[in-house]
């Protein structure tokens, strides 16, 4: 089955203990992203990569870093969380824009629903 | 800086009704927008894609438009069903990948 993994699901942690949400697409996609979705204010781009070993800045890339080492993997780091991160964070893929069937298309994850204290 | 805007945040319907969604946008360089539904506490489910270049696709009951020119694309619902109700956020592509959503409508369906 397609699908987008994240984890964890749900996380409850402290202000300064770093953590990594991870993300790991089974379609062999190009492209993968991260969001986080806040009342009021949406669902905005955190980074997003088009391949293994590149990757670039969304519009909140402030207090997170991104790695993709492999294809399949895109972990979310937050070295130091305070508490203005907490919000529900989603992992998307793509087959990216360069095949014309299926440009584009984004399928996400469930969501990890981080607090920090 | 592109802005997407998604009117009204939340509509009732009674079942049957056809029903219009709306989504604007300030700046008409998008490589494509696409509409997704999330159902709470899910994650978004894709529903349909335009490329910049078309003008309209169509999913069984579904039937996304686009007019770059005006900056506005609207979702058409035919004979809505209780299972549609869910949260509906279209976004905008631009550039490499970089993506901005609306804030969504919230549609619920009366039985």
């Known amino acids: 089955e397609a699908q987008v993994t994240q984890n964890p699901r749900y996380l409850i942690t402290v202000t300064g203990k770093k953590l990594t949400v991870t993300c790991s697409q089974n379609?062999?996609?190009?492209?993968m992203s991260w969001y986080r979705q806040d009342p009021g204010l949406g669902l905005r781009q955190i980074y997003y990569s088009m391949n293994v070993e590149v990757t670039d800045k969304g519009d909140v890339p402030e207090g997170y870093k991104v790695s993709r080492k492999e294809k399949r993997n895109f972990p979310l780091i937050l070295e130091s969380p305070s508490p203005n991160q907490t919000s529900l964070y989603f992992c998307?893929?793509?087959?990216?824009?360069?095949?014309?069937?299926?440009?584009?298309?984004?399928?996400f994850g469930e969501g990890s629903r981080l607090t920090v204290l | 800086k592109q802005e997407v805007t998604q009117i009204p945040a939340a509509l009732s319907v009674p079942e049957g009704e056809n029903l219009v969604l709306n989504c604007s946008f300030t700046d008409s360089a998008i490589y494509n927008l696409q509409w997704f539904r999330q159902d709470p506490g899910k994650g978004l489910t894709s529903l349909l894609l335009i490329q910049s270049s078309q003008r309209e696709q169509t999913s069984g009951r579904l039937n996304a438009s686009l007019d770059k020119s005006s900056g506005r694309s609207t979702l058409y619902i035919a004979a809505s069903q209780p299972g549609d109700s869910a949260t509906y956020l279209c976004?905008?592509?631009?550039?490499?990948?970089?993506?901005?959503f609306g804030q969504g409508t919230r549609l619920t369906i009366n039985p």
């Open positions: 379609m062999n996609h190009e492209y």
């Open positions: 976004a905008v592509v631009r550039g490499a990948q970089k993506l901005v």
């Open positions: 998307a893929s793509s087959s990216g824009p360069h095949r014309e069937s299926r440009v584009g298309e984004l399928f």
